[in-house]
């Protein structure tokens, strides 16, 4: 190959090639924000979502009493029905796992979301063989 213009166009096609292989392009579904919100939300709660967030937003733009009535009931009706639907979904999965200790304990963490997390520094420390508290300076 001596024309440099031919050589390019290889190394380009076998460039292309591998670069496409290596990262393919991805087709991308529609609008999927809310689907991985949490695993009790069922569709229709979903869209009592968008419609609270839409009260809210109006409310927020032109507070007036009824706008503002007319939140406060949809939040209070949502919020008890995000209660229940999260009460039956933890009931089936407690029923599910009745059995199995493993996964009942983990159930409980994940309800009351334990996670190890020190709320306050230690009383005292020790650093470069020097003991020290925190009343100390």
Same mark, same amino acid.
């Given at each position: ?26 087709? $991308? ?9 949490? !695993?009790?939300?069922? !569709?229709? $709660?979903? =869209?009592?979502?968008? @419609?609270?967030?839409? $009260? &809210? ?15 406060? #009931? %949809?939040?209070? @009706?949502?919020? &008890? ?7 039956? %979904? %933890?009931?089936?999965? +407690? ?6 200790? =493993?996964?009942?304990?983990?159930? $409980?963490? #994940?309800? +009351?979301? @334990? ?5 306050? !520094?230690?009383?005292?420390? =020790? ?11």
């Amino acid at each position: 190959m001596e024309d440099p213009n031919e050589a390019y166009n290889d190394f380009i096609e076998e460039y292309s090639r591998i670069y496409n292989t290596c990262f393919p392009l991805k087709v $991308l579904k529609g609008k999927q924000v809310n689907k991985f919100f949490s !695993p009790w939300l069922s !569709p229709g $709660l979903l =869209k009592s979502v968008n @419609k609270k967030n839409r $009260l &809210h937003k109006k409310f927020v733009s032109s507070p007036s009493t009824s706008s503002e009535t007319k939140y406060q #009931a %949809y939040k209070n @009706k949502f919020t &008890h029905l995000i209660r229940i639907a999260k009460r039956k %979904y %933890y009931d089936s999965k +407690f029923e599910n796992a009745r059995n199995d200790l =493993k996964t009942t304990w983990k159930l $409980l963490k #994940a309800v +009351f979301n @334990k996670r190890k997390s020190m709320s306050s !520094p230690p009383a005292s420390f =020790k650093r470069q063989n020097i003991n020290g508290s925190n009343g100390d300076r």
